[in-house]
């Protein structure tokens, strides 16, 4: 049962327009939330988060946004930059303590010139 | 000066061999993890240890094995190596945290023939 869901497996998005990916979540208990960003052969890096106290966290051309009530969350990317071409994992913590991440699928970003 | 290395990054053998992978973080934290990443894409905690302690072990075969000599080292042996275990194995290490955020290694890609 995935309690962390990104329904778009792909997503392809030209250089200096506005990147949307979009992530569901069906557990009323998270909290808090990351993305993480990740590049083939390399491991997951931290990109932004957000807690749920809030409903936007913006940093430099990342923002995220989230809607409780709909119990979804997206980063925006903008503009997008050739750079941005990765894999984006939305996650959230699984129960605190040491019972790390519960990632969504994952969606691929890619920005064409 | 990597903050968290594991070894080998790629690794291609036989069914029914016994292979090991290796991690180390410098990061100073308490909490090192073990995740699998399978053909689907998803990112699965199998692991976790809390200073040396084991704390979630999810439903993973038995012929895993991780062991934590110490704080800022988790290796994970695999016995008797099936098909099915060929994905990409990452090691990650946090404080615990109401964050939860996580630091990766870069993956080791298992391969089995």
């Known amino acids: 049962d995935q309690q962390v869901k990104q329904n778009s497996p792909s997503l392809s998005v030209q250089e200096g327009r506005i990147s949307i990916l979009n992530c569901d979540y069906t557990?009323?208990?998270?909290?808090?939330f990351l993305w993480y960003k990740k590049y083939p052969a390399e491991g997951p890096t931290f990109l932004i988060s957000?807690?749920?106290?809030?409903d936007k966290n913006e940093d430099g051309r990342f923002t995220v946004f989230l809607n409780k009530s709909a119990k979804h969350l997206s980063l925006h990317i903008v503009p997008s930059q050739p750079g941005d071409s990765a894999v984006y994992f939305c996650?959230?913590?699984?129960?605190?303590?040491?019972?790390?991440?519960?990632f969504g699928k994952g969606t691929h970003l890619i920005i064409q010139p | 000066d990597t903050a968290v290395s594991q070894t080998p990054k790629y690794l291609v053998t036989q069914m029914g061999n016994d292979k090991s992978i290796k991690c180390e973080q410098n990061?100073?934290?308490?909490?090192m993890y073990w995740y699998k990443q399978d053909s689907k894409k998803f990112l699965k905690i199998m692991f976790s240890?809390?200073?040396?302690?084991?704390?979630i072990n999810e439903t993973v075969p038995n012929r895993f094995s991780p062991k934590s000599p110490d704080k800022a080292h988790l290796n994970l042996h695999i016995n008797s190596l099936e098909l099915g275990d060929s994905a990409v194995y990452f090691c990650?290490?946090?404080?615990?945290?109401?964050?939860?955020?996580?630091?990766f290694g870069e993956g080791s890609r298992l391969t089995v023939l």
């Open positions: 990650a290490s946090s404080q615990v945290s109401y964050t939860g955020e996580l630091f």
């Open positions: 557990n009323s208990m998270f909290d808090y």
């Open positions: 957000i807690s749920s106290i809030k």
């Open positions: 996650a959230a913590p699984s129960g605190g303590g040491a019972d790390g991440l519960t």
């Open positions: 990061l100073g934290h308490d909490t």
């Open positions: 240890y809390n200073n040396k302690e084991l704390i």
